[in-house]
């Protein structure tokens, strides 16, 4: 039986400028930076001790290495408190964020990484 999701993957074109991003841009802490084999990958999370968490994997490499693999981004959607607080700040640091609108289940907003990913921010 399935109990919760470890790990989600993402794939980027470069893996440091991905790190700074989720780091300094959105909070996010470094859980672990590995390498093997000339594949590394990086571990991030909202903190140390979050459920899930991102693994940055470099895509080209990735796609080298398994060519039917599915590179794209998923969609994601983020809880949070605060919501209006963590707009502004995410406006402050540069991040492209769309409308703080209204929807059926709270005030919601969208955002994009560096390489124009978007993700989706709920308050709960």
């Known amino acids: 039986m399935i109990r919760q999701i470890g790990q989600v993957m993402l794939y980027v074109n470069d893996q440091d400028t991905a790190v700074k991003f989720w780091t300094e841009k959105v909070g996010f802490v470094v859980v672990a930076d590995q390498e093997e084999g000339g594949v590394r990958w990086i571990e ?15 895509k080209e490499i990735i796609a080298k290495m398994q060519p039917d693999l599915n ?13 209006e607080n963590l707009y502004q700040d995410f406006q402050a640091k540069g991040v492209k964020v769309g ?23 709920v308050e709960k």
């Open 99 to 121: 409308d703080l609108v209204m929807m059926p289940m709270g005030r919601v907003f969208n955002f994009a990484d560096h390489e124009n990913n978007y993700f989706a921010l």
């Open 44 to 58: 991030i999370a909202p903190t140390k001790e979050a459920q899930t968490t991102f693994v940055l994997h470099n």
């Open 71 to 83: 590179l794209g981004t998923p969609s994601i959607m983020f809880y949070a408190d605060h919501i």
